[in-house]
C-alpha cells in the first residue's frame, strides 16, 4: 500500500517530516517508475544533504519492499497537497510533479536506461565444461567487474559504489541482483547459484569468495584447541568519569581524586543527587558507523557507546578493522539497564528502529554486523557482574575454537532517575554520593556510568600475529550463590569458591596472589563478607614478606553496575603496565567487622610500588551481581617482548632519515579533530619512537577518504 512505503520513507531520514509525502508512479517507455515526494522539516531546508537522504530512501524502499526509486522531490515545508482532514492527495502530487506545479526545494532523478542493460542468462553450456574452459579470475578483476556493473545498472558514478556496503544500499530489487548473478556466471564461466548476494551482501565479500580466497566457512576445524590456554589482552578502550581514554583514566587512578559530581541539570533535576557522569552521551558520528539520523535518534546510546569504544580498543591494539572482516570473530557485551528505551519510549512511537534500537541483544549484534564478524554475539545481563562474566564467556569461546579473536566489554547510562529514587528508598545509595569502601561509615554506594571494550585473543596467537599483548588472562570463574538469606544477599562462601575456580584453571596457588580488585560496593554488610572471605583464601600459604594489596575502583568513580567488572579490569592493566598500585579512596576507619589486622592483607590509602616476591605480578579481579552470579579473573602482567615492527628487526631501517606519518578519517572536520588527539597524544608521549608511531599508524588503522601524509625525521 502507498501509505506503507511512505511512512518507510518518512523514517529513513529525520530531516523528512511525518505525514508528509506521497508516492506515485510515472510511465516511462512503457514502464512504470516509483517517484518520491516528501517535505523537508524546516530546519533542515538551508542544510538538507541531498545526497545522504536519496541514499537513505532508497536502502529503505529497496530493503522493505524491493523496489527501486526512479526519482525524489524535496518539497517546501507544508506545501505538499492535502484534502482539507488532512490527507495526502497522491493523484494532485502526480499531477503537480507532471506539470512541474510544485513548490520543490531540490529533486533526483535517475536517467532513463538507453537499453537493456541487465539480461537473464540461461546457460546452455555443460557445467563441468565451464570450470575447464574458462580461467579463474582474480579478486581483483571480479571487485573491478562488480563495480561497473551495478554502476551501470543504476546509473551511478563508479565512484559512488562502496564495496563493503550491501547490495541493499544500492537500491538493488531480487529481480536485478539475481540478473546480475546470471551475468557473473557467464563472465566467469563458474556456476553461480541466483541467490549468491545473499549469503555474500557485499560486492567485496562476494569478490572474495568467488576469487577462491580462503573462508572462514571452509577453515579446518578438526583439531581441538588447547582449554587449558591462556588469552591474551591486545587492546582495550574505556569512557569513564572524568576519563575519555586509558591514560587519562590513569592519571585519575594515580591523582587520588574521585570523579563524582553532582547530577548534571541536562539529565534531571537533583539537589542533592550524585553520580560518576559521562560528557556528551547525546553526541555520535552517526556517518562513520553508517547509520542514517532518522536511525540513530532511536538507537540507545548506550549501543552507540559500545561502537565507539570498540573502534578504539581495536585502533589501541593496532588492527584495522578492515582487515578483521568475516573472521569468527565474538562479540560479548555486559548491558542491564535500558533507560533510553523509558526516556524515548511511549504508545505512540511506532517508528521502525525503536524496537531494535532498544533490544539489549542488538548492543553486541549491532557491532557484530558493523564489523562483519561471524563468531558468538551475545549480550549479557547478570547485573553488577555482567562485563566480568562476558569477559568469561569470551574466554571460553577463545579456548574452545569457536572464536578467532574477542571482543568484550560492558556499558552503563543513567537516563531516567527512576533506579536512583529505588535504590535510594532501599537504602542502596551513600548519601554523601562516595563509596566508602571498608571503611566504618560505608552506607551504599553511588552510581556510575561508562564503557569499557577489551580485544582479546587466544596468548599462542596473539605472540606468533606479533600482537602488543597487555596483560594476560589465566584463569576465570563464574558460579551462583543459589540460597542465601535474601535473593540479593551475598554469600562468602560461594565468592570463596568462584575465587578457587579461577585459581585452579589458571595453576595459581593463593599465596602467589599479590592485588585483588574487589568488587568493594561499600555497604557495612557486603564489604566484612568479600574481605573476610579474601583473608581467609588469600592467607593460605602465604609468608609474612607477601603482601596482598585490596583495592576499588568504585571510590574512584562510583558503581558502574553492567560495565563495573571493565572498569575494575582495566584498572588492574594499567596498575600491572605500570607496576604501580593506586590509592583506596575514602578509607579512614576500617569497618570494625573486617578482620585484616596484624596479617599480611593490605589496603593501599596512597601510590604503593608494585613488588612481589613472584617471577611475575598476578592479580585478581573480583565482580559480584546482585542477583548472585559472581565471576573472578586471575591477570598476569605480560613481560614478553612480542610486538616487533620491521622497523625494529632492521638496524638499517633505524637509520632512515625520513618517515611517513598517515591520518584518515571520514570527514573533514574528523580529520582536523585527529589531527588534534594525535598532536596531543606525542605532546604528553615524548619517548615514543617516531619510526614506531609511523609504524603503527600506517598499518594498524583503517584508511578513509579525507588523508593526510607528514613526512618528518623526528616528532
Known amino acids: 500500500y502507498p501509505q506503507d512505503i511512505e511512512l518507510t520513507i518518512e523514517n529513513s531520514h529525520i530531516s523528512l517530516r511525518s505525514n508528509c509525502s506521497a508516492v506515485f508512479t510515472i510511465e516511462i517507455k512503457g514502464n512504470e517508475h516509483l517517484i518520491v515526494a516528501c517535505e523537508v522539516e524546516r530546519t533542515y531546508i538551508r542544510k538538507l544533504n541531498k545526497e545522504e ?4 530512501i532508497q536502502i529503505a524502499v529497496s530493503t522493505e519492499y524491493e523496489l527501486e526509486v526512479y526519482g525524489v522531490v524535496f518539497l517546501k515545508t507544508g506545501s505538499i497537497p492535502k484534502t482539507s482532514s488532512g490527507k495526502i492527495q497522491r493523484h494532485a502530487c502526480k499531477k503537480g ?48 567487474w562488480l563495480t561497473h556493473k551495478i554502476a551501470q545498472v543504476l546509473q551511478i558514478a563508479v565512484a559512488n559504489i562502496d564495496l563493503k556496503q550491501p547490495f541493499a544500499v544500492y537500491g538493488l530489487d531480487s529481480v536485478k541482483a539475481v540478473s546480475i548473478a546470471g551475468e557473473l556466471e557467464q563472465w566467469l564461466g563458474v556456476s553461480v547459484v541466483p541467490t549468491i548476494v545473499y549469503d555474500y551482501p557485499t560486492p567485496k565479500l562476494l569478490a572474495n569468495y568467488l576469487g577462491q580466497k580462503k573462508s572462514y566457512l571452509t577453515e579446518d576445524l578438526s583439531q581441538t584447541k588447547n582449554e587449558s590456554e591462556a588469552v591474551a589482552i591486545i587492546g582495550k578502550g574505556c569512557r569513564f ?31 542533592n543527587g550524585w553520580g560518576g557522569f559521562l560528557e556528551q552521551v547525546d553526541q555520535f558520528d552517526a556517518q562513520f558507523f553508517n547509520l542514517s539520523p532518522r536511525e540513530t535518534i532511536n538507537i540507545d546510546p548506550q549501543h552507540r557507546l559500545i561502537l565507539e569504544v570498540s573502534w578504539e ?31 524515548n519510549g511511549n504508545l505512540d512511537n511506532t517508528q521502525a528502529y525503536y524496537a531494535i534500537g532498544n533490544a539489549l541483544s542488538i548492543a553486541a549484534n549491532r557491532l557484530s554486523y558493523f564489523l562483519d564478524w561471524h563468531g558468538p554475539s551475545l549480550a549479557i545481563d547478570t547485573a553488577c557482574s555482567s562485563s566480568l562474566v562476558a569477559v568469561h564467556q569470551a574466554c571460553q569461546s577463545l579456548l574452545t575454537g569457536e572464536s578467532e579473536i574477542a571482543l568484550a566489554g560492558g556499558v552503563n547510562l543513567i537516563l531516567t532517575p527512576q533506579l536512583n529514587l529505588t535504590f535510594s528508598e532501599a537504602g542502596m545509595i551513600s548519601a554523601d554520593g562516595r563509596c566508602k569502601t571498608f ?6 554506594y553511588v552510581r556510575g556510568e561508562g564503557c569499557g571494550v577489551v580485544v582479546l585473543k587466544r596468548l599462542s596467537d596473539a605472540i606468533r600475529d606479533g600482537d602488543n599483548i597487555q ?126 589486622e596484624n596479617n599480611n592483607i593490605k589496603i593501599p590509602t596512597s601510590i604503593q610500588p608494585w613488588v612481589t616476591l613472584e617471577k611475575k605480578r598476578l592479580a ?96
Open 439 to 444: 571503611d566504618a561509615k560505608a552506607d551504599g
Open 313 to 343: 580498543a581495536l585502533e589501541n591494539a593496532g588492527l584495522a578493522a578492515e582487515q578483521l572482516t568475516g573472521i569468527r570473530g565474538g562479540v560479548f557485551i555486559g548491558i542491564s539497564s535500558g533507560d533510553y528505551a523509558k526516556l
Open 241 to 271: 568519569p572524568g576519563s575519555k581514554n586509558p591514560q587519562a583514566f590513569w592519571s585519575k587512578l594515580r591523582s587520588g581524586t574521585d570523579t563524582i559530581t553532582k547530577i548534571p541539570i541536562e539529565r534531571w533535576h537533583s539537589d
Open 97 to 144: 510533479f507532471l506539470e512541474n506545479s510544485l513548490n520543490i526545494i531540490d529533486k533526483w532523478q535517475k536517467p532513463i536506461e538507453n537499453n537493456q542493460i541487465i539480461t537473464n542468462y540461461k546457460s546452455e553450456l555443460n557445467q563441468q565444461d565451464k570450470y575447464h574452459d574458462k580461467q579463474l579470475k582474480t579478486i581483483l578483476e571480479i571487485e573491478t
Open 471 to 596: 596483560a594476560i588472562i589465566r584463569g576465570s570463574a563464574v558460579n551462583q550463590d543459589g540460597l542465601t538469606n535474601g535473593l540479593t544477599a551475598p554469600n562468602g562462601n560461594s565468592q570463596q569458591e568462584v575465587i578457587r575456580l579461577a585459581l585452579g584453571k589458571a595453576g595459581i596457588k593463593p599465596s602467589q596472589i599479590s592485588y585483588v580488585e574487589a568488587h568493594g560496593s561499600g555497604t557495612s554488610l557486603g564489604d566484612p563478607i568479600e574481605i573476610n572471605s579474601l583473608q581467609k583464601l588469600l592467607s593460605e600459604g602465604r609468608e609474612s614478606n607477601q603482601p596482598c594489596w585490596i583495592g576499588s575502583v568504585k571510590t574512584n568513580i562510583g558503581h558502574l553496575e553492567a560495565a563495573a567488572g571493565m572498569a575494575g579490569l582495566i584498572k588492574v592493566i594499567l596498575q600491572l603496565k605500570n607496576q604501580e598500585i593506586t590509592p583506596h579512596l575514602h578509607l579512614k576507619e576500617l569497618n570494625p567487622y573486617i578482620k585484616i
Open 620 to 715: 585478581g579481579i573480583s565482580s559480584f551481581g546482585f542477583g548472585g552470579t559472581n565471576a573472578h579473573i586471575i591477570l598476569e602482567e605480560a613481560v614478553l617482548e612480542t610486538k616487533i615492527s620491521p622497523v625494529n628487526r632492521n638496524d638499517k631501517a633505524k637509520e632512515r632519515p625520513l618517515h611517513i606519518l598517515t591520518l584518515s578519517a571520514k570527514s573533514e572536520n574528523a580529520l582536523l579533530d585527529k589531527v588534534r588527539n594525535y598532536h596531543n597524544h606525542l605532546e604528553t608521549h615524548k619517548s615514543l619512537a617516531i619510526a614506531d608511531i609511523c609504524f603503527t599508524v600506517n598499518t594498524g588503522r583503517s584508511h578513509f577518504d579525507h588523508r593526510l601524509a607528514i613526512v618528518a625525521s623526528d616528532k
Open 53 to 56: 537522504v536519496i541514499k537513505e
